[in-house]
């Protein structure tokens, strides 16, 4: 046996289940080892068995009796290793073990296949003789060598992966996951050590560390012949992109200073006071403001976890609006998020997904904008962590997060914002610009071009009016930035241009099914149509209802609704933004938030904008952009939500300026008394300004209780599987409790009508809610008014036909208001009398027919 001042050269192969294939591996190794002992005159090969269940380490022991340098490590009968070594980790967890139980001056990683043919080992040894600290084998480079190659879906998803991986973790390296890889052994030991990845990432994570701390890596073309019997599969490429955003993850929070950590956590700190009312009773709290949107998103986090694990589409489904269903893509499901979050949906209630996403958004909403302030704007943490928090709580945000996380879950956007700037400044970060024709910018610029692409892909199943309102804000910023900067060459835009373009097609090709099912799929709209809904000039200016200094009245009367006040900021904030304006006009970047800022705030005024304390209305700039297309389906007033970043960004530049007053004049560190006492002024006039909108915690009410009926699963012996429960009256946009019933029972039934957005009539035209029929016409009116109709034969017909179009089950009326009318239309319609049973009135439906009957 070789010692370990002896060993050259140390051979990983890692091995899961390769009884046929690695005897013929190993012997090619030791062959072609042997043959060269001038390179490798002490050697070893280490086999790793990652828990086979077959004869892998039987055909180990049998090679190292013959060949005495060949080690197996990792067997369950391996007396050197716990217990646990016996299961299948993965990949990563197998080298791991393989590189640390190396002796070698060097280390080569190879697959058991042996698809690069270890001939090829010598090219890898001339770039470390060269000083690189690892070569890898690449399947990309121009003389790369594929003698068979792989089915084209594998290829496909291969090189998608691969860009991916190059463009947010390893730039520069094409191919970072041929199995081919030779290291210095000093630095694979470390590096290997320091490890977490157990699965087919752990290629990224190594090559990311080696870049981290720069050490080269030379990528060199070889031979490469697929082999059969791979044991990728196609959802471990989704694998290793997982893995990718957890090392991103890890990455982020190692480089993290202390004051950062305590920024974020004050920022987590006031989400969960703000939804401390959630916390406090999880299940059974609602949030008032919330209208009927808390009892819809609990069913859209419902509904997705239902998908997820049975495997059903998960962009439609008719639980909602039986038969016809309901377009999930078309609505605001936040599939980012709650596909995701399906496991603790499952696990806990849509309830806990619903506060968690709240409180969790939020937070990493502000951390997100804190992170680009500091990274793009301002040097003081403490500017950043004020403008990071009005950008994420300010009066708007606050609004929405009653009931719309689409628009106050927006953490995506800082980083959107980072690459388009990257984008933007890629000639200077490049050098000027000098592109050598497939060189360092044009590289850059396709990377960050693909970057962009997976961002607004992910934010498009976050929210996708909030990305257009968006997408206004920042071709404002750029008319008022370019204005006041213009670019100093004719080709100034060329990179930026062509990394949209890159970005543009990465989001389209990752989105064209989505966004086919969503505009041209079953239950698709062309658009919903609002009517004038502009923000009143006053309520730029009022204080929100839930803010420190609002009044709920004051705000109710200049508002659709309290999770629409979508400006709000205060005179005190509006005075202030002027005087930072004129102050730092001279800064490009303040003259292009100020654009956003005024430009926003015109626009969403609306198609026609009232003089206050008049008759007169002005034209808005609104009706430039009301009937184009996605822009006729907005809601406008929402336009002022564009401004709360500018604010944000606004308010830490001005913070910035002001700390750096305070800065030490001279070495002895001391700070001119006009500097501190400008720096003084300057804080206390912000903290006079924000004070009065300061969000109070959001108010909650006990929310109803469920039936016995449906919480006892009592409903089963009344409702025949694929049949429905037909609520009366049914659930609209005005009344969703029957939403929570659903969620309650696990989803077991299916509703008619619901809650959503779907189409109505030839022209397609997007309404709230089901297309109203006889019936649920009629039993609404009785919900309204109190008034038991006449009940003739042509209502009776009616009744039976849209029950037989529900499929329903049967008719459940629980206590409300007006229940005692409900009850008798109902008993008239059906031609019988309802059963208590569970708490709730029961009407069974037998057949097709929609023929009731007297018991349930």
């Known amino acids: 046996m070789p010692t370990a001042g002896t060993v050259d050269l140390t051979v990983v192969v890692p091995a899961y289940n390769e009884e046929h294939r690695l005897p013929r591996t190993l012997d090619a190794i030791c062959r072609y080892l042997r043959s060269s002992p001038g390179r490798h005159a002490g050697w070893e090969l280490i086999v790793v068995d990652d828990g086979s269940t077959d004869a892998t380490a039987a055909a180990v022991r049998e090679a190292a009796a013959a060949e005495p340098r060949i080690r197996l490590v990792g067997s369950p009968s391996d007396p050197g290793l716990p217990a646990p070594h016996g299961r299948n980790h993965g990949k990563g967890h197998a080298v791991r073990l393989g590189v640390l139980a190396s002796r070698g001056g060097r280390a080569l990683v190879t697959d058991a296949d042996l698809a690069t043919p270890i001939e090829e080992l010598a090219l890898l040894h001339d770039q470390l003789d060269a000083g690189y600290a690892a070569a890898i084998g690449s399947r990309a480079q121009g003389d790369a060598h594929v003698e068979v190659r792989q089915h084209p879906l594998r290829k496909l998803l291969g090189r998608a992966g691969n860009q991916v991986i190059r463009a947010v973790a390893v730039p520069g390296v094409r191919d970072t996951q041929c199995g081919f890889k030779l290291f210095d052994g000093d630095q694979a030991r470390a590096v290997f050590g320091r490890s977490r990845v157990d699965g087919w990432g752990i290629d990224v994570e190594i090559l990311r560390t080696f870049h981290e701390a720069k050490w080269p890596v030379a990528e060199v073309p070889v031979r490469w012949a697929h082999q059969a019997g791979s044991k990728v599969r196609a959802l471990d490429y989704a694998g290793v992109l997982l893995e990718l955003v957890r090392l991103r993850a890890r990455g982020a929070l190692r480089r993290m200073r202390p004051a950062d950590r305590v920024v974020v956590l004050g920022y987590l700190l006031v989400s969960v006071w703000l939804f401390k009312g959630l916390w406090a009773d999880l299940g059974g709290s609602y949030l008032a403001d919330s209208g009927q949107d808390q009892n819809q998103w609990e069913w859209f986090f419902a509904v997705t976890a239902h998908h997820v694990f049975g495997l059903h589409d998960p962009f439609f489904t008719t639980l ?54 500091l990274k793009r704007f301002v040097r003081s943490r403490r500017a950043a962590a004020l403008g990071g928090a009005l950008c994420a709580f300010a009066p708007p945000m606050i609004s929405h997060a009653n009931a719309h996380p689409n628009f106050a879950v927006l953490f995506m956007m800082p980083l959107i914002i ?34 962009l692409g997976l961002l607004l892909t992910y934010q498009i199943f976050l929210g ?92 109710d009367a200049l508002a659709l609704n309290r999770t629409e006040q979508n400006a709000f900021f205060g005179w005190p904030l509006a005075v202030l933004t002027v005087v930072v304006v004129v102050w730092l006009w001279r800064d490009p970047r303040v003259r292009g938030l100020a654009t956003v800022a005024f430009g926003a705030v015109l626009l969403s005024l609306g198609r026609t904008i009232p003089v206050p304390g008049t008759d007169v209305t002005l034209p808005g700039p609104w009706r430039l952009l009301h009937d184009l297309p996605l822009f006729e389906s907005v809601i406008e007033s929402r336009m002022a939500m564009a401004t709360v970043p500018a604010l944000g960004i606004l308010l830490a530049l001005a913070c910035d300026r002001w700390d750096g007053l305070a800065r030490p004049v001279d070495s002895t560190g001391r700070v001119a008394a006009d500097d501190r006492a400008l720096r003084a002024v300057g804080w206390a006039a912000v903290a006079a300004v924000l004070l009065p909108i300061v969000p109070t915690p959001l ?116 206590p409300q208001p007006g229940d005692q009318a409900l009850r008798l239309t109902v008993q008239r319609l059906m031609g019988a009398p309802g059963r208590w049973i569970g708490g709730v009135w029961v009407w069974q439906v037998h057949g097709d027919t929609g023929a009731g009957s007297k018991a349930a």
């Open 699 to 814: 108010a909650t009410v006990d929310r109803p209780a469920v039936p016995s009926f449906v919480a006892d699963g009592t409903w089963r012996a009344s409702v025949p599987e694929g049949r429905t429960l037909v609520p009366v009256p049914l659930p609209d946009p005005g009344r969703t409790e029957a939403l929570h019933w659903q969620t309650t029972a696990g989803l077991g039934f299916p509703l008619p009508g619901g809650y959503f957005n779907g189409p109505y009539g030839p022209d397609r035209t997007g309404i709230y809610g089901p297309v109203p029929r006889s019936t649920s016409t009629l039993l609404k009116e009785v919900s309204r008014t109190g008034q038991i109709p006449d009940i003739g034969p042509a209502q009776r017909r009616a009744a039976r036909k849209d029950l037989r179009f529900w499929r329903a089950g049967a008719v459940v009326l629980a």
């Open 464 to 555: 996708e009016e909030a990305l257009l309102l968006a997408a206004v804000g920042l071709l404002l910023f750029a008319g008022g930035y370019v204005a006041a900067r213009p670019p100093r060459r004719s080709d100034g835009l060329a990179h930026p241009a062509r990394g949209l373009a890159v970005a543009a097609g990465v989001s389209l090709l990752l989105l064209a099914y989505p966004l086919g099912r969503q505009f041209f799929g079953a239950q698709s709209y062309t658009s919903v149509l609002h009517g004038s809904t502009g923000n009143s000039p006053r309520a730029l200016v009022e204080f929100a209802g839930r803010s420190l200094a609002g009044n709920p009245a004051t705000a």
């Open 418 to 451: 980072d690459r388009l700037l990257r984008l933007c400044g890629a000639r200077v970060q490049d050098g000027g610009g000098q592109d050598d024709g497939g060189g360092t910018t044009r590289r850059r610029t396709v990377r960050d071009g693909v970057v």
């Open 320 to 373: 909602q609006n039986h038969p016809l269903g309901v377009n999930l893509m078309a609505n605001t499901a936040m599939l980012g998020l709650s596909v995701p979050l399906a496991p603790v949906t499952a696990l806990f209630g849509p309830a806990v997904t619903w506060a968690l996403v709240l409180t969790g958004g939020l937070a990493a909403t502000a951390a997100a904008w804190y992170w680009l302030l």
